[in-house]
């Protein structure tokens, strides 16, 4: 259902997170998931995520919103040099392939796209699980929120504090500089007006042109 709100479209939505076999819907964020090298995962926490160079979907992040499938990677590591990082993802416009040779399989961000999804159980080759996968072009559109299935605990303490001191400085440059509104994710010169949600309370920001209720 959707009604119109003060020059807002508000969508209800009954689930806060898709199950792995639902398409994720264009302009939402999701909780998704990334595993990879703890050195790597510092890297991340402290400079962000870097684009990949090739993949089974072309260049772009590499997530997925089935954790059971990220616990799984890097494939070739051993259990005690990885863990899952847990994301929120702007999968901004989204593209379904769904089976091999797609004819956008490569080439959907050239075609107006910003994430590419791959549901499970397709019969793609190239993913011989059948679990859900993501690939997000552009790497701002992740934000790294928590630390899964680290080693240990002094590994797992030390992402954290990584974690915390990021945010800490994202904040700074927030406050002296040009940055991206934290509701509608573009970048602004003075701070946008924001309004509460009369239907779930959530903030909705004067430049979005949808708000997802949920």
């Known amino acids: 259902m959707s009604v119109d709100f003060y020059g807002w479209e508000v969508v209800y939505d009954d689930a806060h997170q898709l199950q792995a076999n639902q398409m994720p819907k264009t302009g939402t964020v999701y909780t998704m998931y990334h595993g990879t090298k703890i050195q790597t995962a510092r890297q991340i926490i402290q400079n962000g995520f870097v684009q990949s160079t090739d993949g089974m979907l ?51 961000h050239a075609n107006g796209y910003d994430t590419a999804w791959v549901p499970p159980n397709c019969g793609m080759q190239a993913v011989p699980s059948g679990l859900e996968e993501d690939c997000v072009w552009d790497p701002n559109r992740i934000e790294v929120i928590d630390i899964l299935h680290a080693p240990d605990n002094t590994i797992l303490t030390e992402l954290k504090g990584l974690l915390q001191t990021a945010r800490s400085n994202a904040s700074s440059r927030q406050r002296f500089g040009r940055s991206n509104c934290n509701v509608c994710n573009t970048e602004m010169e003075s701070p946008h007006q924001l309004e509460s949600c009369w239907g779930c309370g959530e903030q909705i920001c004067s430049f979005m042109s949808k708000h997802y209720c949920y």
């Open 58 to 108: 072309g260049p772009g992040v590499y997530v997925s919103r089935d954790q059971k499938k990220a616990t799984r990677y890097p494939i070739s590591v051993l259990r005690n040099d990885k863990l899952v990082l847990k994301l929120r993802v702007d999968v901004g416009r989204v593209k379904k392939i769904d089976r091999d040779n797609h004819e956008m399989q490569k080439t959907w």
